[in-house]
């Protein structure tokens, strides 16, 4: 079956605008991550989703980060006012119940964001 | 805070070598423990994990135990293949498995 979906792969930016990250999770995964990984880093938690609600957000760095997921399905994740240290690849996982052991998340395959 | 340390590579080694990838970790608690592999242009893929302490992972011929003594889950394999060359990561989870911690990933190259 498919896989975690993320568009666009890449996305090259300028300092100070908008961006939009989507992430299709595997169909009927009701939880969904995201993670950034900066070069040569492992990936860091932002924020995971159980349903339509953000379950824990406590990863999200500053205000320009913001993320939805108003269907319980497909997410966005923001970015508003772009600096160069957002640059990244920006990774999507979704599992399909949170909190069992046996709680596998799968991972997309990023969208390399570049702020220039 | 929660962390995981994981030897720095790259690591490069002839196939048919003798590989381990060293992970320590920081936790309070009783986490689960988790490999995870990214070869080159795809994914993150779950290798393999231990959710108890003494508890033995094992996927593809890569194993890992869980020591909690030693807050190591050490990966090792008998005999490495040019495809087995990716980059590795450690991760912990803890109690509801909601988000993980990386280690900074160790890339194997492995030569024919």
Known sequence: ?116 | GDSVTQMEGPVTLSEEAFLTINCTYTATGYPSLFWYVQYPGEGLQLLLKATKADDKGSNKGFEATYRKETTSFHLEKGSVQVSDSAVYFCALNKGNFNKFYFGSGTKLNVKP
């Open chain 1, 1 to 116: 079956g498919a896989g975690v979906s993320q568009t666009p792969s890449n996305k090259v930016t300028e300092k100070g605008k908008y961006v939009e990250l989507r992430c299709d999770p595997i169909s009927g995964h009701t939880a969904l991550y995201w993670y950034r990984q900066s070069l040569g880093q492992g990936p860091e938690f932002l924020i995971y989703f159980q349903g339509t609600g953000a379950a824990d957000d406590s990863g999200l760095p500053n205000d320009r980060f913001f993320a939805v997921r108003p269907e319980g399905s497909v997410s966005t994740l923001k970015i508003q006012r772009t600096e160069r240290g957002d640059s990244a690849v920006y990774l999507c996982a979704s599992s399909f119940l949170a909190g069992a052991s046996y709680n596998e998340q799968f991972f997309g395959p990023g969208t390399r964001l570049t702020v220039l």
